[in-house]
Nanobody, 125 residues
Framework: QVQLAESGGGLVQPGGSLRLACIAS????????IGWFRQAPGKELETVSC????????HYADSVAGRFTISRDNANNAVYLQMNSLKSEDTAVYYC??????????????????WGQGTQVTVSA
């Protein structure tokens, strides 16, 4: 059974850091593109970052570029999202998902499936 499970969320002060984990079961993450997405209250689901299945190239939303880093841990069948210099506007539920696509423009929610249940990230003083 294919499953993705996010963890690592929590409450952090502005400027702080968190590392989110996306742990997979039922498939090997290194054969798939993995994406991180987030949804804040009252807002639409948006892309945060993706890592491509064929060459591990990475994509970041402009709002997180330079602060967030996506990476694979093939030994643990996981993908991580290291989040530094967190801001209040990063507050959201964060989800990971998988896609077999990695062509131009693939890093959008509609291209992904097998979504995890999400983990809450709250950035507040």
């Amino acid at each position: 059974q294919v499953q993705l499970a996010e963890s690592g969320g929590g409450l952090v002060q502005p400027g702080g850091s968190l590392r989110l984990a996306c742990i997979a079961s039922g498939f090997r993450t290194n054969y798939w593109s993995i994406g991180w997405f987030r949804q804040a209250p009252g807002k639409e689901l948006e892309t945060v970052s993706c890592i491509a299945r064929t060459d591990d190239s990475t994509h970041y939303a402009d709002s997180v570029a330079g602060r967030f880093t996506i990476s694979r841990d093939n030994a643990n069948n996981a993908v991580y999202l290291q989040m530094n210099s967190l801001k209040s506007e990063d507050t959201a539920v964060y989800y990971c998902a998988r896609s077999y696509d990695d062509g131009p423009g693939y890093c959008l929610p509609a291209a992904f499936g097998s979504w995890g249940q999400g983990t809450q990230v709250t950035v507040s003083a």
